[in-house]
């Protein structure tokens, strides 16, 4: 990771990705930006969410 070039790092307000950004944050020197609300998941259909019916295949 040392070889990438960050300028800023960017998570969303999930507490998991939360922690996760603050680890690389902290090992790249880079300031994690607020939670950003646009990274959220959405609801796109009834079956978001949902884990897959194998069974159907």
């Known amino acids: ?3 990438l070039h960050l ?3 960017i998570s969303s307000p999930y507490l998991r ?3 996760t950004a603050e680890t690389i ?3 790249l020197k880079l300031k ?3 939670n950003e609300e646009r ?3 959405r609801e796109i259909s ?3 969410g949902r884990i897959p ?3 159907r295949d």
Do not use: G, T
């Open 17 to 19: 990705a939360w922690q």
């Open 7 to 9: 300028d800023r790092l």
């Open 46 to 48: 009834e079956s978001s």
């Open 32 to 34: 994690l930006e607020p």
């Open 53 to 55: 019916d194998k069974s």
């Open 25 to 27: 944050a902290d090992r």
């Open 39 to 41: 990274l959220r998941e």
């Open 1 to 3: 990771m040392e070889d």
